[in-house]
């Protein structure tokens, strides 16, 4: 029975061993880098600041173009130029406060991105495919 319960405790320190092993390489395992958006434009969103600092974020990658905000009070008109031809355009509906747009359906190039919400606030930026 001793060299039964040695084996089975030899076998479940393997199993341990390799789950550690899979934690870390998922720890380990280098991170996409986003690109980020720079904008131009005014969103307030009915307040008064005196600061620019945007509470809506853009960043991208090969395959996508994630749209962030940090609030939930406006719906924002998101629209993808080619030029000034709109060939994208979506809604995000507050309260959500993250989209991420697939480019796949895109060609390689320039794009616009410009953002707009019911208060007549608007963003505009370039990205690269």
Not at 69 to 98: C, H, K, M, N
Request: hydrophobic letters at 35%; proline letters at 3%; a negative charge.
């Amino acid at each position: 029975m001793n060299k039964q319960f040695q084996k089975v405790k030899r076998r479940s320190h393997r199993w341990l061993y390799l789950l550690c092993l899979l934690a870390c390489g998922f720890i380990w395992s280098p991170e996409m880098k986003a690109d980020q958006v720079d904008w131009d434009g005014k969103w307030d969103e009915g307040y008064r600041s005196l600061i620019q600092d945007y509470p809506v974020t853009a960043s991208y990658d090969e395959a996508f173009l994630y749209i962030e905000t940090t609030s939930a009070r406006s719906d924002i008109q998101i629209r993808i130029l080619d030029g000034v031809t709109v060939v994208y355009e979506a809604t995000l509906y507050a309260p959500d406060t993250f989209i991420a747009i697939p480019l796949d359906q895109l060609e390689d190039g320039t794009y616009g991105l410009e953002l707009t919400n019911q208060w007549g606030d608007y963003l505009y930026g370039e990205f690269e495919k």
